[in-house]
């Protein structure tokens, strides 16, 4: 099964400065299909619902910022938000999804201001 | 524009089963699955299961084997997710999750479920 580690548990960030999460995979998820990579990024906020940011490692979801941005190396991703609002404090989590084996989450990482 | 409207909150006993139900309006319901993940307070996302409609058979966590049934309607475009035997340590928020053309997922506003007794 497929392992997805986050860091920083946490991190705390001044207004208007980059932020970085990171997602490392314990096995590809590449799928030579379609040439993409199944890996979303989603922000959760207290008594919410996650919201999906960003699809196949690097496609923003419509709506979303374009402050939010994810990328790819092998099996390491990244999700970046490039000036960090007030609005961005949250819990962010990244997901793999294979039909055959359903979803799997990272642990979080919880953004907050400095 | 995907929208899922999930059942209410739910108060139980410990040994006795809860259904919860999630409503998909928008996009395509039977070729995109859904899945159920819970999240109990304070805690990361844990995946239960999943289905997609068309297929009609369902895949379970490991740990949720034997003790959850999901189904989906695709005349009703609904899912329902039942979970039998409960225990206080399945007090949490249901959330259902529609699958993207992407892959990524579109969710419910959640159900809280309390197991007390």
């Known amino acids: 099964d497929i392992v997805l580690t986050q860091s920083p548990d946490s991190l705390a960030v001044s207004l208007g400065e980059r932020a970085t999460i990171n997602c490392k995979s314990s096995?590809?998820?590449?799928?030579?299909?379609?040439?993409?990579?199944?890996l979303a990024w989603y922000q959760q906020k207290p008594g919410q619902p996650p919201k999906l940011l960003i699809y196949w490692a690097s496609t923003r979801e419509s709506g979303v910022p374009d402050r939010f941005s994810g990328s790819v190396s092998g099996t390491n991703f990244t999700l970046t938000i490039s000036s960090l609002q007030a609005e961005d404090v949250a819990v962010y989590y990244c997901q793999h999804y294979y039909s055959h084996s359903g979803l799997t989450f990272g642990g979080g990482t919880k953004v907050e201001i400095k | 524009q995907v929208q899922l409207v999930q059942s209410g909150a739910e108060v139980k006993k410990p040994g006795s089963s809860v259904r919860v139900s999630c409503k998909a309006s928008g996009g395509t319901f039977s070729t995109f699955a859904i899945n159920w993940v819970r999240q109990a307070p304070g805690q990361g996302l844990e995946w239960m299961g999943g289905i997609i409609p068309i297929f009609g058979t369902a895949i379970y966590a490991q740990k949720f084997q034997g003790r959850v049934t999901i189904t989906a309607d695709e005349s009703t475009n609904t899912s329902n997710m039942e979970l039998y035997s409960l225990k206080s340590e399945d007090t949490a928020v249901y959330y259902c999750?529609?699958?993207?053309?992407?892959?990524?997922?579109?969710w419910g506003h959640g159900t809280l479920v309390t197991v007390s007794s």
């Open positions: 999750a529609k699958e993207g053309a992407h892959s990524g997922h579109y």
């Open positions: 096995q590809s998820v590449f799928y030579s299909s379609n040439n993409k990579s199944s």
